[in-house]
Each structure stands twice: as C-alpha cells, then as structure tokens.
C-alpha cells in the first residue's frame, strides 16, 4: 500500500505490505533506529514516538494507520548539536543506564510535562505507567522528568511540526529565568 | 594539568550517554549488512514431546524463504551441543546434551525445532508456520521438589530422578547445634522463579567470512570473550578465527550471561545461506528462550538459644535448573548459594544439601544476585521468625548475632573468608536515617487502631568481583576470573583504555575514565574506554557477578603504575634530572623543589610516541597492558529496611518507604552507585511483590508476557532513602566492592519481612511471593477463620 508520511519534519512516500507497523516502516524502512523495540504486547514504551503531536506507542499503530500524518522521533530532539532539555535532563539526573528504554521515556516525558505545566511527583511516576524500565527503578527517571519540567515552560506554545517542536537547554533556562524573575 | 576536583569521587555525568539520548544506541538489532538476511526461530509448543515428523517442504515454497534447518542439519555440519561451563566438583554433576535445535526429542516450551532463514522477518515467521512438525507428547515435570520423586517423568532418559547433582556444604557440628539449641524454627522457603526481562530483547547478527573462514558476530552478551571461547569449542570455527563483539547491550541483570543456542544457529545459518544472518528475539520468545532465574524450594532450620545467639542453619533446597544446562547453571545455587547462608552473623554451624534438578522448563541460570538472594532471603527469613518465637526486636536479634567487625579477613562456618567488614555503624546509620524507635511506636499506635502496618530490617553481607582463578579452577569453573587493561596514550595525550570486562549498561565508560583521570591528571573527556569487542580488547571474563570494577580496576591500575614509571623515566631523560628526582602529580612529572620545570604527561606521551630521544633502554610509545588476579571475593553489606502497610481489606500493600545504607568500599562516582543500588532495590523489592513466573501443570508458561508477568512501573515504588558507610577491601589496589547486585541481594527479604511484620497481629507467618493482594487477602481470611 501507497502511504506518505511526514517524518523528523520530512514526508516519506513508501510502497509498504499493509501488515507493516509504524516502528517498523520508522527502524527498517527509514533507518532510524533511535526508536526501540522492547516487546510485543504494547507494555513497555521503549517505541513511543509523538504521532500529530501526542505520544502513541509506534508498535500498535501500522504504518498505513499513519499515513499522511506527522511523526517526530528521538532523532529529531536535539537541534544543532544542542541537546533538548528533556535529553539533557535525563542525562544531568542519571535518568538512565543501559539506555534502551530512554528513546520512548524521553517522547513520553516531553508530553507529559507539556500537559501538566504544575507537574508534581505523582503525576510523574503516574504518568510513565505505560514506560518500563528495569535498570534505574525509576527513582532517577522521575527526578530527570521533574528536571526537564522545570527546564522548560510549559506554558508555551507548542506546534506540532517537529521542526518547531523542542526547546533547547539555553532557551529553557533563558525561560526559567525569565520565570523566576531573574 | 592540574584538576580542581578529584575525578575519582565524583559524580561525573556519563559520557555514554550522549549516544542513548540522542537515540544514536547501538544495540544488535539496530545492525544490518549489506546481503543481510533474516531468521526466525520455530519453537515447541510442548514441554515434552518426541518429534515423529518434520516436512518443510511448504515453508521452503514460500516467498522470501532461503532455507529451512533443523538440529540433525546442524549436528551434521559439526555444530555440537551447547557447552555447560561449570561442573561443580564432588556433586556426581550430570551434563545432559543440550543440542542447539532439538533432535529427536522437545524438552521444554520454547525449545528451538527448526531455524527459517529468509529475505524479511516476516517472510521468514510466515515460513515457521508453515513447518509440519508432529510431536507425541511425554509427561511432563515442573516443579523441582516433586521432580526427584520415583514416579516423576524423566526429563532425560539417562538421568536418574531427574537429579542433575547433589552438592553439599557443611562447616562446624550442626547436629550439636540443634541437640543443644532451646529453639528451633522451621520454614520452607519458596524462592519463586523469576524472568530477568532486560528492556532489550537478545539479538544476534552473524557474518561468514568463507574465504577467511572466519566469523564476525554481534551478540547481545556480557561476555563477548567466553563466548568466543566456547563457540570455538562446540563449533567448526577455531577460536581466533571468531569475532564476537557486544555492542550497546540494553541491560543484562544475567540473562545474556551464556553463549546461547541462536548465536551458534546463527552462525550455522550464515554459514549455510552465504549471507549475514540477523535474529531478533520477540519479547514472548524471549520469556520462553531466554534463562530464568532463582526456583528454589527449600526446607530451612534454625537453632538458637534463649537469648538468641544463633547456634546452627540447616537447609535442603531443590533448585530448579529447567530443561538443560546453560553456560553457569549449576554455580547458582551451589557456590553463590550455599557459602553464603552465613550472611552477615556469626553462625557456627552451617549445613546444606542442594539438589539441582531437571524439569520441563526453560533453563535456570544466573539472575541479579544468582544465588546470594536465595540465601539472604533464607536467613533474613529464619531471623524474623526467630525474633517472632523469642519475641525480641529483629533489629536486637541482629545485632547480636552480626559479624564484629573485621581488617583481615573473617572466616565463616561455610569456609568462606570475608575480606573486610564493619557492619554494624550501617545498621546504625539505617535505624538513624528511618527513625527505627519512632516508627515501631507508630506502628503500635496504628495496631492498636487494627491498621497493619510493618517494619522489615534486613542487615547482609554478600558475595561478589569473582574472583581469584584459583578459586574459579577449583569450584569448577570452566575459565579464569582475572581480568586486563590496556592503557594508550595517543601522541596528541588523548586515551584509550581497552578491556577485557563488558558493561552493558553499569556507566563504566566514565567509571573507568575516572579512575584513569584521576590517576594520570587527564581530563575525564580525553578517556576513551573500548570494550566488549574480541579483536580490539584484551581477553577478559566478562560482566557479571558485580565483578567489573573490583577486577577490571585492578587491571586499569597496573597499566597506570607502569606508566607513571615510563614516564618518570622519560620525563627525566627530557628534564637532564636523575630519576629519582622526578615526581609525579596531578599530570605533571617535575623535579622535586622545582615544580615550574616540569612535562606534562601529554608531553611525555608525544616524546614517547615520536621516539626522537628516548632514554636508553626505554622502548618507544606510551602504552601499557596489565592483567589482574584477586587475592579473594569482596563482600560488600549493610541494611536496608522497608515500611509498608496492608490494607485488611482488599490485601493491597502500600509500599511507603525503603531505606538502605550500603557498603561498596570507596565510592568512584556516587551518582552511577546509586543509580545501582535503586535499579537493585526495584527488581529485589519485585519479587517480594510482583513477579513471578507460573507454569501450568503441562508446562506452559502461563506469564509468558508482559500483560502476565508484572515487572514494576514507576507507580508501584516509593522514594528511595540511600546511605552508605565506606569499609575499603584489600583484595585489589583502589579498595573497591561490587554494587551492582546488593540491591537485589537485600530488598527482597526487606519487603517480604515488612509485610509479615504487618500481619504478624494476625497471626500469619507464611504467603508464598510474590504477595499479590489476592493472596494476602486470602491469608488474612485464613487467619481469621482461625479464630484470630
């Protein structure tokens, strides 16, 4: 089947079996393999990518149910070698170890501190639910996800293309500053 | 160059995370080679079956198919069975083959039948369904008690009430102990089966090299180099002429601890196809084909006197090892078991016999912990319920029984030799940290008022950083334990560090960079640390049993110390100073009182490496290579407690708070050892809780997935409380123990004794984990029904 897909800002025209699911035609057609696999029951997260601008799980969503729509990945993050606050959150807070899970924790963190602009605990370890980890017991990954929260504002205006859609570390703490007074 | 902080210490962000965040990981399954092709392994759907029929012919017809192999194919091309790697002596050990894909005969589900190569994965899938394979099924064993009983079914012909060994430990005049005890209390302990479920699904990439005749292979492994070593054994390729390399490994916790049949099938296969052969596991297969971990039953003692000095420990455990031996199956439950039921007391009579036993399972080998946890859970358990009969505080009863504290070396009735130990200022710095004496009021408060709130306290000592060979050679280990580093300097002063360990997650790239950072005066930045590759790192032994620092460093250190004496020698040579005048510091080699004149090491390492004028009888380059044996084990410790409480109810358990003061020895980067501990606590804690493997009686894995086997979510865990007391070992040069199981190692029975201790007012003293709501529901109910 015919599908055309928007991805990291960029459409893609494939000709794809119609079995084929998104992180597939993401990993083997695109060669983007920052997005993982983890397992095959929709339980892990490690494959979320933000599909028109929510985070979905890429293993439950063929690739033909994401036609014509916009998909941002791990890959598209970062900017200009400058790392979006969320990655630099997980990083500065040792929100991981052996890194696999972090792809799909970092798309799903993004959307959670943008829909919840006073996030607290709770919301954090709620929120990530439908993200496992079996390295950091959680403990890092949550306070790296508050981290990312206070790094960047919230309240912002988001777009869904990807190119708009990040936030680097500077202009975040440019922000928080700009909160705070300062 | 001088540093204003010491980079050992400190708390440096990890320099592999650049690559994970960025999702630039490179894991297996993201690999692919030009001509690639795809298998797809057909697996049994019985747990004991003869295999009568096998035809491929239609799976060979389908699209994309570029062969279909069985075991008698690969048997045929001089592929063996697959090498189990540790024979525990005197413990009349059966080894069993356990041929790659099964021939003849299925043993357990998930057992390999026959490999799909084709152009997709999913062409290849399609295929497996298409393999007309009939089986006549056998009876069938899952429970490793009942296993050894004369009417179980054999799992192999050839080995008698399916026992693969007995093995026996005995240290000091148990049967004293008991005759003179005034109280014994008796268990049985269930350590349940557990499924490690690394977020990373295993995967293999094989490439032949026919004219060569040499093979590269990409495996998700933690120990690239005994893979080698063992493929070479049971395959037609030599050793030097296989490459084994373990690029990003997303998390291990033991499960990719065994050259594993897919690696060698896929080597086969690529062998047979001419092509590089990609297998990825899925996550069912994985819970089916991947080891388990733990599955022991065990029948425990304890003896005491009145005031509670513990007199004796006596045990018969069955272990569970499934269907077939995997690469370190049978030292589980014996050597990290067995000698360590001391845990952290003095008990002066230790007596157990450990069956391994033989089931229709998936095959049993190491998990976080490997045996220490089983043991801990065993005497933490039997502490409780000591504290319980003599109706003293666990906390008093502990304290009284702990290991005073030790320099050099602590015998204990098992044998074992304990490097260094203190354990008691942990205990006390965890009451502290808790509020043990406010919370115990509280707790009496809120009975008083029918809540059930408990307290558990566990205080351990583990054992860990195996080891010395020596020791290694003479339980029966298949190799050494020792381990190497290669120190360079390129010309421009940058580093690379290669060795021969394998961290697959742990942050030793910026660990190990520390260590040569702060010995060398380097910039952390300017280490390169390579591993986990055969043809560019020196032979290791892998990562594992929390060895990787404590051996690795003293690898890493013997690489520095020839340095710093090369270039002591060349920094004199360059100064015109006698060499015992030049010092060294903070990367600056100068002569004593004159500081100014000086050569960095950077200068010393492009001197070294052009050559132009070197001292006499100094080789040029600035590198250096260094193995290291240990003297001993190190044995980390201390305590952990949790508090948590039941809801009569509904039996759901508020987990609340989780304290836990460790002891690893001098601390290189706190964050990475706390990252350790709180990963450790969470898998520990979920097997008091959450996890748990479960067959049915045909042997089907009936939580053969993620929606069936519930490993934690960030919801389930409260805030981890860490401290931590230092006590330096002198087994290796910068005093380091391992971290990376004690987690595991002590929160299992933390959690399990917190929640006994919750429904100790009604009188329950036993539920089997994990302790789901259901069942302490329904003990809550048994026990009322009792009269409670």
Redesign the interface.
């Given at each position: 089947m015919e599908v055309s897909i928007k991805v990291n800002g960029k459409s893609y025209e494939r000709d794809i079996?119609a079995?084929t699911l998104l992180v597939d035609f993401i990993?083997e057609d695109l060669g983007?393999?920052?997005?993982?696999?983890?397992?095959?029951?929709t339980?892990?997260g490690?494959c979320t990518v933000h599909m028109n601008g929510a985070a979905v799980k890429s293993c439950t969503v063929l690739a033909v149910q994401a036609d014509g729509a916009s998909i941002a990945?791990?890959?598209s993050?970062?900017s200009d070698g400058e790392?979006h606050a969320m990655?630099q959150a997980?990083?500065?807070k040792?929100g991981?170890?052996?890194?696999?899970?972090?792809?799909g924790m970092?798309m799903t963190a993004v959307k959670l501190v943008e829909s919840h602009p006073d996030i607290s605990?709770d919301d954090?370890?709620?929120g990530?639910?439908g993200?496992?980890?079996?390295?950091?017991?959680?403990?890092?990954?949550?306070r790296a996800v508050a981290e990312g929260a206070r790094l960047f504002d919230p309240h912002s205006p988001w777009e869904m293309e990807p190119a708009e859609h990040k936030i680097t570390l500077r202009e975040a703490e440019r922000r928080a500053r700009e909160r705070s007074g300062a | 160059m001088t540093t204003t902080q010491r980079a050992f210490g400190s708390?440096v962000?990890?320099l592999?995370?650049?690559?994970?965040?960025?999702?630039?990981?490179r894991?297996t399954?993201?690999l692919t080679q030009p001509g690639m092709a795809h298998m797809v392994v057909l697996r049994s759907p019985y747990a004991h079956a003869d295999i009568t029929g096998f035809d491929a012919s239609e799976a060979l017809g389908m699209p994309g198919v570029v062969g279909v192999f069985n075991g008698q194919d690969m048997a045929d091309a001089g592929f063996g069975a697959m090498p189990c790697a540790w024979v525990v002596p005197d413990s009349d050990t059966k080894t069993p083959a356990y041929p790659p894909l099964a021939i003849g005969r299925v043993r357990f589900v998930g057992d390999a039948v026959a490999i799909v190569i084709a152009e997709t994965d999913?062409q290849a899938r399609d295929a497996s369904y298409a393999i007309d394979v009939t089986y006549d099924t056998l009876d069938v064993v899952v429970n490793g008690r009942e296993a050894t009983q004369d009417d179980a079914s054999l799992v192999h012909d050839e080995v008698a009430n399916n026992q693969c060994f007995h093995w026996t430990v005995s240290g000091g005049e148990v049967e004293a102990a008991f005759e003179n005890a005034d109280v014994v209390v008796a268990e049985t302990i269930v350590n349940q089966r557990l499924i490690p479920?690394?977020?990373?699904?295993r995967a293999v990439l094989a490439r032949w090299d026919s004219a060569m005749g040499e093979v590269t292979m990409w495996s998700t492994s933690q120990i690239p180099h005994i893979t080698r070593f063992l493929m070479s054994l049971v395959t037609p390729v030599p050793e030097h002429k296989i490459r084994v390399v373990a690029p990003?490994?997303?998390?291990g916790?033991g499960s990719k601890l065994a050259n594993y049949p897919e690696e060698n099938m896929s080597v086969f296969a690529a062998q047979q196809v001419g092509r590089p052969v990609k297998w990825t596991e899925?996550?069912?297969e994985n819970f089916l084909g991947t080891i388990h971990g733990r599955d022991h039953i065990a029948d425990v003692e304890l003896a005491a006197k009145s005031d509670g000095t513990v007199l004796g420990l006596r045990a018969q455990t069955w272990a569970n090892l499934g269907a077939y031996l995997s690469t370190a199956s049978t030292g589980v439950p014996t050597i990290l078991h067995g000698l360590m039921l001391s845990g952290a007391y003095n008990i002066p009579a230790i007596h157990e016999d450990v069956y391994g036993v033989f089931t229709n399972t998936t095959p049993v080998s190491a998990y976080r912990g490997a045996g220490r946890p089983e043991a801990t859970f065993m005497v933490e358990r039997m502490m409780d319920l000591l504290a319980n009969e003599l109706s003293m505080d666990p906390v008093e009863l502990r304290r009284k029984n702990l290991i005073e504290p030790f320099t050099d070396g602590h015998e204990v009735a098992t044998g074992l030799i304990y490097d260094t130990g203190n354990y008691e200022p942990a205990l006390d710095q965890a009451l502290k940290m808790y509020g043990y004496e406010e919370a115990r009021k509280q707790q009496t408060a809120a009975r008083a008022k029918g809540r059930l709130v408990g307290i558990g306290v566990t205080t351990y000592a583990e054992i860990c950083g195996l080891g010395p060979s020596e020791v290694a050679g003479a339980v029966g280990f298949g190799g050494g334990l020792w381990e190497s580093a290669i120190v360079r300097f390129h010309p421009t002063g940058k580093v690379q560090l290669m060795v021969g360990v394998s961290p697959?997650?742990?942050?030793e790239e910026t660990t190990f960079a520390q260590i040569v950072a702060d010995q060398l005066g380097v910039m952390v930045e300017d280490v390169d640390v390579v591993h986990s590759d055969t043809a560019l790192t020196p032979m290791g032994w892998g990562s594992y049993g929390s060895r990787t620092t404590p051996v690795a460093s003293g690898a890493i250190m013997g690489a520095i110390e020839q340095l710093k004496e090369k270039g002591t020698k060349i920094a004199a040579h360059l100064l015109e100073a006698a060499e015992e005048d030049v010092e060294f510091a903070d990367g600056l080699f100068s002569v004593k009182g004159s500081p100014e004149q000086g050569k960095t090491i950077q200068d010393i390492a492009l001197a070294a490496n052009t050559a132009w004028s070197m001292p006499d009888g100094v080789d040029p380059g600035f590198e250096a290579a260094a193995f290291f044996d240990p003297s001993n084990f190190v044995f980390p410790f201390g305590t952990h407690i949790a508090q948590v409480e039941v809801d009569p109810e509904t039996g759901e358990i508020d987990f609340q708070r989780y304290v836990a003061v460790d002891d690893c020895g001098p601390i290189i980067n706190p964050?990475?050892v706390?990252?350790q501990i709180?990963?450790?606590?969470?898998?520990g804690a979920a097997q008091a809780l959450w996890e748990g493997a479960h067959y049915d009686d045909q042997g089907n894995l009936l939580s053969g997935?993620?929606?069936d086997y519930a490993?934690?979510?960030?919801?389930f865990?409260p805030?981890?409380e860490l401290g931590k007391t230092e006590t330096p070992t002198d087994v290796n040069p910068l005093g380091v123990k391992g971290i990376g199981e004690t987690?595991t190692i002590a929160s299992t029975p933390t959690v399990y004794n917190a929640v006994m201790d919750a429904l100790a007012p009604l009188g329950v003293q036993q539920i089997d984990m994990p302790l789901t709501p259901e069942r302490v529901w329904r003990a809550i109910g048994d026990a009322s029904k009792g009269g409670k």
């Open positions: 079996e079995r990993r983007l393999t920052g997005t993982n696999v983890g397992c095959d029951t339980q892990c490690s990945t791990i890959e993050l970062a790392l990655q997980f990083t500065d040792h991981l170890q052996c890194g696999f899970c972090t792809p970092i605990e954090i370890r709620h990530l639910e993200n496992l980890c079996r390295c950091t017991g959680y403990e890092n990954v949550v | 708390s962000r990890r592999e995370d650049a690559r994970f965040i960025t999702g630039q990981g894991y399954d993201n999913a479920t690394a977020m990373e699904p990003d490994v997303g998390g916790f899925t996550r069912s697959h997650g742990q942050g964050m990475i706390e990252g709180q990963g450790g606590i969470a898998q997935s993620l929606m490993i934690p979510k960030a919801e865990l805030k981890f987690g």
